[in-house]
């Protein structure tokens, strides 16, 4: 099988599986302790979740905290529901629905709109009541990378917080400018389940789920091999940040190349180029897929998939239903190969040259 669904999961690193080993141990070992409780093997434990936070930190801002939780869905609901109750939140048009579902749950939500090319320029208006813009850093779908500095400035110039969802960007390219950042951990090569938000200093957040308060404003126990994974994972991609995008940049180059016939979706210069989202209009999608089914690729946001729906954010640029339903997203990075994009291609274009387009 060959795996170009980057956006959606991961690989994990083996340092990060070798991180998480150590405090899965059973009752023959030691690694196995709460991280709250007050005993040798609970402080064991809670020191190896600090030294992931340090390194999970390393890549955000300085001067603000890490707050550990379960997926980036939870630090996005975190940050929009605990930062205020009254006021508009403006998103943007293209945001995960973790950020779109939650302010119109709230009945706050304010769109702010896309271009074509699935960019959010700030020289929009936002409402006079506004409390928060959310606006993400890297599509998750069409791997647009968002004029996020320029929208942090007219946040502040609002006197609005600003929001990124950074899950498609950290470890790849630098994350800035924010006052809360939500990641999570398998889409840089940790494990699933665990997830963070970096609140800056003097943001004040409360409690969305009460019981324990075991990080401040977030109650639950902590998972020491999950939250050590996810550092070693950050750990890694701190270290090979360049050589990870200097070979997205080949395989990129590569794959432009091999699908020049099909309709890049989104810019092509203010992307993250492990994010290849083209169509070909009159693609029965289902069909290729089942006609390459040891290729793993998305027909749109893995978030969303099986809804039916035409994905939100190309429709947003402006796509009609056919062409979205027309479209496909292949990503790829630090364990793909150049012969892996050579023979998806192959495969891809055979099929749906089959389809006669």
Same mark, same amino acid.
């Given at each position: 099988?060959?795996?170009?669904?980057?956006?959606?999961?991961?690989?994990?690193?083996?340092?990060?599986?070798?991180?998480?080993?150590? +405090?899965?141990?059973?009752?023959?070992?030691?690694?196995?302790?709460?991280?709250?409780?007050?005993?040798?093997?609970?402080?064991?434990?809670?020191?190896?979740?600090?030294?992931?936070?340090?390194?999970?930190?390393?890549?955000?801002?300085?001067?603000?905290?890490?707050?550990?939780?379960?997926?980036?869905?939870?630090?996005?609901?975190? =940050?929009?529901?605990?930062?205020?109750?009254?006021?508009?939140?403006?998103?943007?048009?293209?945001?995960?629905?973790?950020?779109?579902?939650?302010?119109?749950?709230?009945?706050?939500?304010?769109?702010?709109?896309?271009?074509?090319?699935?960019?959010?320029?700030?020289?929009?208006?936002?409402?006079?009541?506004? %409390?928060?813009? =959310?606006?993400?850093?890297?599509?998750?779908?069409?791997?647009?990378?968002?004029?996020?500095?320029? +929208?942090?400035?007219?946040?502040?110039?609002?006197?609005?917080?600003?929001?990124?969802?950074?899950?498609?960007?950290?470890?790849?390219? !630098?994350?800035?400018?924010?006052?809360?950042?939500?990641?999570?951990?398998?889409?840089?090569?940790?494990?699933?389940?665990?997830?963070?938000? +970096?609140? %800056?200093?003097?943001?004040?957040?409360?409690?969305?789920?009460?019981?324990?308060?075991? !990080?401040?404003? %977030?109650?639950?126990?902590?998972?020491?091999?999950?939250?050590?994974?996810?550092?070693?994972?950050?750990?890694?991609?701190? !270290?090979?940040?360049?050589?990870?995008?200097?070979?997205?940049?080949?395989?990129?180059?590569?794959?432009?190349?091999?699908?020049?016939? +099909?309709?890049?979706?989104? @810019?092509?210069?203010?992307?993250?180029?492990?994010?290849?989202?083209?169509? %070909?209009?009159?693609?029965?999608?289902?069909?290729?897929?089942?006609?390459?089914?040891?290729?793993?690729?998305?027909?749109?946001?893995?978030?969303? @998939?099986?809804?039916?729906?035409? @994905?939100?954010?190309?429709?947003?640029?402006?796509?009609?239903?056919?062409?979205?339903?027309?479209?496909?997203?292949?990503?790829?990075?630090?364990?793909?190969?150049?012969?892996?994009?050579?023979? =998806?291609?192959?495969?891809?274009?055979?099929?749906?040259? !089959?389809?006669?387009?």
């Amino acid at each position: 099988m060959i795996y170009l669904d980057y956006q959606a999961t991961t690989p994990l690193a083996p340092e990060a599986r070798d991180a998480m080993l150590r +405090w899965l141990d059973g009752p023959d070992g030691t690694g196995f302790g709460n991280p709250h409780s007050p005993h040798r093997m609970g402080r064991q434990a809670a020191a190896a979740i600090e030294l992931a936070r340090d390194r999970v930190a390393a890549l955000f801002p300085a001067g603000g905290k890490v707050i550990f939780t379960g997926s980036a869905t939870e630090a996005l609901n975190l =940050a929009i529901r605990g930062s205020g109750k009254a006021g508009s939140v403006a998103v943007s048009a293209i945001e995960h629905a973790a950020v779109l579902d939650t302010a119109e749950a709230l009945g706050q939500a304010r769109v702010l709109d896309v271009a074509q090319d699935g960019l959010c320029g700030a020289a929009q208006d936002l409402p006079k009541d506004c %409390r928060l813009v =959310a606006v993400m850093q890297v599509n998750n779908e069409i791997g647009t990378i968002q004029p996020t500095v320029d +929208w942090h400035r007219k946040a502040k110039e609002a006197n609005a917080l600003f929001l990124v969802d950074a899950v498609q960007a950290y470890g790849k390219i !630098e994350v800035t400018h924010a006052d809360m950042i939500a990641i999570s951990a398998h889409k840089f090569h940790g494990p699933k389940g665990v997830g963070a938000l +970096w609140v %800056r200093d003097g943001v004040d957040l409360t409690e969305q789920q009460t019981g324990g308060s075991q !990080e401040g404003v %977030r109650s639950g126990t902590l998972s020491p091999a999950l939250i050590a994974g996810m550092g070693a994972a950050a750990k890694e991609a701190k !270290e090979r940040m360049a050589q990870d995008a200097e070979h997205v940049e080949e395989l990129w180059n590569r794959a432009r190349d091999l699908f020049s016939d +099909w309709t890049l979706n989104g @810019s092509e210069d203010a992307r993250w180029h492990g994010n290849l989202n083209i169509r %070909r209009d009159g693609l029965d999608v289902a069909r290729l897929m089942s006609d390459c089914r040891d290729i793993m690729f998305s027909a749109g946001s893995a978030c969303a @998939s099986g809804s039916g729906r035409p @994905s939100h954010v190309l429709k947003a640029i402006g796509l009609s239903d056919k062409q979205a339903k027309a479209s496909i997203r292949l990503g790829f990075g630090r364990y793909t190969k150049i012969e892996d994009i050579e023979q =998806a291609a192959k495969s891809i274009n055979a099929a749906a040259k !089959e389809q006669g387009l």
